[in-house]
């Protein structure tokens, strides 16, 4: 039996991975040199492509990290001081909230509680913070944070960076990104690849942040700093071995993606998201998580189920539909579905056909 | 044309490689997700089959990282508060020697002039050092540090832990893991997989150095620190989302390696070995950089090419050959050839026959 997978990550791989798997075979990637010319095209070709489909500015560094979770680590060593401020609207943000502390730097938190929508307004954010940290989609309860809130926040604390977990809304999330600093992701998730890389984009003022902490004698981290990360980029090398598979891979995905264009990607993405969202508030089982529709994630959808969700789960997948159970205490409460690139209309028609079958 | 890659690292790939990714594909471990029964099955094999294969103390901890340079960062966060020591042969002690000073901490070296030979008795180590570092097998030169030389530095220090850079000599290398504390590989070398994976074996006695740097406040890093690591893996997980497909390969490739048997690969290692060092013994053209038999690595053979290296490096290239040119300042002098367990007798041979021609 084939298998869909609409777990939030790693989630079905998009649909070209499997013949650029085959060709990375033919064409020796497994053995490609890290410092060959070729590697230094494919590096070259992921700045380029992810700069177009996404419209960050040319100025802007593309860094190559092994998960999102060594962003986080990246981020607070070479941005931060002293102060670090987190919104934290599910685990992900409190990962980051706790890394700046385990780094040894004053980190202050605004915890949400989970199913409170996001409002700028709301917080308050002490002006001696050198960081603001948000995850722009949480994957735990489907909230997604609208990009006016990051702008209003921006705009109230001109003088801090900005640090945007993207993990699981690129490449959907759209943003300005002269408004943000730091924007990470990896590719499991939105980008139908398999796990391996975390994709790091850097600003210019972010990169004078760095340089300036090591200066002033600030460890900013080793191999991995921004500066040691800017040397090496510079000549579209790394300045270790990285995954040179997933970085094949995703210079593919990514020229794949530009053929289908960003906004079609987008508009297909809302598509089938509403899709999702309709059945279930049409349905007198499920309740979608997140009401406020602004709130409401296009990449995960998460739905309350009543009666609980763990023999749903467990049918699908009978039927080869993989999708998440709710997440930590609501683990039997809720549903939780990926709505990624690699996830086709016809996958989405199928899944609620299916659920609308064994609910019935 | 089919290509043999005799380069350092990334290098030839396992006989294997190819059908066990095939057999990923069709077992969906590209949408692995690493918090499944699946996974923890996966990881703890590897944790099983490295232990038997190297015999490794069943109390040592096996760790997931994403590089070799990765685990130079993670060794010196974690065992290091106020001085490491290092033992420089060539490049990758350096970087090792650097990634201390550049996290903060008091590092010390002795710098060897790259062609002379190791020997213990030669380096006076401070009795305050709480790390020595040492590079097993240094591929810029070919120089490999003899076992007995490693327990001599390990007697005399009975206080600080002793960290391995095993990166280019394992499966070969063999050593006696109660006398080493932090011993470190990537997949990409002797294990003829694709680049993105990297293994730390930790002693409890490093373990424990760990918590109490934890307890005495000293950052020890974030979700990579050992005792973030040591958390999760007791449950066979990773603390982030890892090279799923990496994994998957590596417990495949160590059921290959157990099938075969470690004194078979070692025997092979050393008969493949001594054929290029006779072959270069007996030309004209051709100086083994390292002379002394006991420190010739067995595993990256390095020449001096009488009239340079470049032409006979690229002739080679024509016919399939993919050997590595001199290291820095030796690039045009030298010739560098892996010597990995994907590097079949008849492929050394095959090797052999073509530089006969080429220089005839």
Partial sequence: MKNIYFTVGPSQIYPTIKD???RALKKDIFSLNHRSKQFEELYQSIDTR???????????????????????ERVIQNTVEGKSFHIVTGTFGDRFYKTSQELGKSAQAHVYDPLTLFK?????????????????????????IPAKEIYEIQAKNPHALIALDAVSSMPYMDIMYDKVDCVFFSVQKGFGMP?????????????????????????????????????????????????VFGIYLLAN????????????????????????????????IFTPLIQDTAHQSKTTIVAQVKGGSTKLTKMLEKKGYRIGSGYGERKDQDIRIANFPAHRIEDIKGLIRCIEELVA
């Avoid at 996404?54 to 986080?72: C, K, N, R, V």
């Avoid at 917080?123 to 489907?142: F, K, M």
């Fill in 20 to 22: 650029h798997t085959f």
């Fill in 253 to 284: 995905v990514l020229q794949d993606f530009l053929g289908k264009g960003i906004d079609v990607i987008r508009k297909e993405t809302e598509i089938k998201a509403k899709m999702l969202y309709d059945f279930f508030e049409s349905s007198d």
């Fill in 50 to 72: 992810l700069k177009e489909l996404l419209s960050i500015p040319s100025d802007y560094s593309i860094f190559l990290l092994s998960s999102g979770t060594e962003a986080m």
């Fill in 195 to 243: 796990a391996g890389l975390g994709i790091l984009i850097v600003s210019p003022r972010a990169m004078k942040k760095a340089k300036q902490l090591q200066e002033k004698g600030v460890s900013i981290g080793s191999y991995h700093s921004f500066l040691s990360l800017e040397k090496s980029t510079s000549k579209f090398q790394t300045p270790d071995t990285p995954n």
């Fill in 120 to 144: 700028a307004k709301d917080i308050t954010i002490p002006s001696d913070a050198e960081l603001i940290a948000l995850t722009h989609n949480d994957t735990s309860t489907g909230m997604q």
